[in-house]
């Protein structure tokens, strides 16, 4: 399988970065026997990346809550990971599975994917003066839920459109639709 | 500024327009500033997403996954004491399936003459195997691994279960010692590799010596 996410393609390149890879498989391999000191080093060297990724996915209100679920479920997963990639590469994925998985008690649903960019105007508008204006990442928590999951599952983390589309359950065109807008209105943010 | 191609640049930006449609565009762009503008901030746009810099949580969030799953804040290795509590029987039919996997390894070491007798190897430190980059060729650690499948080479009945429990453990070790050898081939001089690999040595010698302390205990 061809890897997309940028973080990934580098471990593949990358002599140091792929033996880093291969300590995180054996100490993977320990975890699934229950050696909670490798799983808790699995767990320092991907905390920020899933963190990350789970507050630019739902905002920072419930990001510690969710991060936590993705380090309980990669626990009980650990079984199943069999080092044909990446650990962070299946880690990454099972984030975004309880991520998305999460949208539905958070209110986010499939229908917020607009395809107007009318609602995303207002994203580069709440700053009233250029001193104060938002940083890239405050932008992207302020665009509406479909359009911010596609940007940060595309243009931060590198996965394709069809891939975003099974994720979310729409169809390509949606994807494809929502980034350029989530684009547009973060370019405006850019502009100031 | 909006004309037929701004809606369009995105998937231009992405590799992703029809060849003759970029074809189009491309002749359009050095006639119209405006999305020439559109294009150039996009690309921005999605340089700056590429350059997020992964930030930690606030509060460290290990106590509490940590507590969740079962281990303490500090991580404690679940005890192993759990894996090895087999009865005899269990025991004996495990012996076989050891003998069977890796028993060959060490006829064959037997047959060359460096399996050391079995008093030998109580006597034996472990110390040596802290210097982990000489596996596999430490013959001293083949040995040891060797005699003590041996030991534990008991006939007796063949439990499926138990067979499944051991033999799913040394092929996790084994992995996991692949892996440290595969990752110490790039970079022979890390310690922490170096060290990890020590570790994964004394931890099968470990599984096999109470795997033979609990055999020789109930023959």
Redesign the interface.
Known sequence: MELTT?GVATLRRD??Q???G??E??DA??A??????A??RL??AH???V??LV?RMVGPDH??DI??DV??RA??KLATFR?DAAFGTWLHRLAVNVILARRTTLGTERGRYVDSADILDGVAGRAAVPELSMD??EA?GRLPDGARQV?VLH??EGYR?EEIADMLGIVAGTS??Q??HA??A??RH??R | MNDQWTERLSEYLDGELAPAEQTALEAHLPSCDACRTTLDELRRVVTNARALDDRPPAADLWPAVAGRIGLSARARTRPAVRRFSFTVPQLAAASVVLALVSGGGAWLLGRRGTVPKRSDFVSRSTAGLLNASAYPGDARFAAQVADLERAIAQPGRLDTATVRVIARNLRIIDRAIRSAQSALAADPGNSYLNLHLAQEMRRKLELLRQAATLAGARS
Request: charged share 30%.
């Open positions: 940028p002599p140091d792929r033996a880093l291969d300590a498989t054996a391999a320990l699934a026997s229950g050696d909670g000191r799983f808790e767990y320092r905390v920020a990346r963190h990350s507050r990001a510690d991060a936590q380090f309980v626990w009980t080092g890239f990442e992207i940007f243009d931060v459109h494809k639709s980034l350029h684009r547009m973060l370019r850019l502009e």
